[in-house]
T-cell receptor
Framework: GENVEQHPSTLSVQEGDSAVIKCTYSDSASNYFPWYKQELGKRPQLIID?????GEKKDQRIAVTLNKTAKHFSLHITETQPEDSAVYFCAAVGGYNQGGKLIFGQGTELSVKP | EAGVAQSPRYKIIEKRQSVAFWCNPISGHATLYWYQQILGQGPKLLIQFQNNGVVDDSQLPKDRFSAERLKGVDSTLKIQPAKLEDSAVYLC???????????FGPGTRLTVT
């Protein structure tokens, strides 16, 4: 089955700097890769996603890149702000015959220092 | 649109007791998921429904956990009997169909003492 590895587990940056979180996946049939932000005690919230037919997607300060050959994808946050502090999870969803099962990475705790 | 609703939000029980959680998905969403999130880890899928049928329950500890979605809308997840290691947040999510964006509910924080 699918396995998702996420690094780093913790990341501390200064306000205004960029943050990068990387994930690798094992199942080459995976075709959908969402990123979730989870603030303490709250539900995971989708912040950006990418499908396997594109290599990059951007939404304001957030971007995601996908390298299908290497089976890895990354989240890039530019001009970080203190409110970006949270735990970020990457995930991968397999092909239709896998029922759309979402496999999460272990999470990255991002801390943005003012 | 209204989001995914879950109740209760918090539950404290003793080991060997039973507990049930309820989830109401977003209207029109055919797919419903139950996840277990242990502190410091990512959510782990327990069971996935498509309408009222089970798509995947490979990681559901069936000796103590059960779930149903009888009318293809609301769902309940039950644990009987509970163990200490069941302490976690139980998240319900729904999507329009499989492979689409999943929307999470607020979760139920279970503490087993």
């Amino acid at each position: 089955g699918e396995n998702v590895e996420q690094h780093p587990s913790t990341l501390s940056v200064q306000e205004g700097d960029s943050a990068v979180i990387k994930c690798t996946y094992s199942d080459s049939a995976s075709n959908y890769f969402p990123w979730y932000k989870q603030e303490l005690g709250k539900r995971p919230q989708l912040i950006i996603d990418i499908r396997s037919n594109v290599g990059e997607k951007k939404d304001q300060r957030i971007a995601v890149t996908l390298n299908k050959t290497a089976k890895h994808f990354s989240l890039h946050i530019t001009e970080t702000q203190p409110e970006d502090s949270a735990v970020y999870f990457c995930a991968a969803v397999g092909g239709y015959n896998q029922g759309g099962k979402l496999i999460f990475g272990q999470g990255t705790e991002l801390s943005v220092k003012p | 649109e209204a989001g995914v609703a879950q109740s209760p939000r918090y539950k404290i029980i003793e080991k060997r007791q039973s507990v049930a959680f309820w989830c109401n998905p977003i209207s029109g969403h055919a797919t419903l998921y139950w996840y277990q999130q242990i502190l410091g880890q990512g959510p782990k899928l327990l069971i996935q429904f498509q309408n009222n049928g089970v798509v995947d329950d490979s990681q559901l500890p069936k000796d103590r956990f059960s779930a149903e979605r009888l009318k293809g809308v609301d769902s309940t997840l039950k644990i009987q009997p509970a163990k200490l290691e069941d302490s976690a947040v139980y998240l319900c999510a729904s999507s329009y169909s499989t492979g689409n964006e999943q929307y999470f509910g607020p979760g139920t924080r279970l503490t087993v003492t």
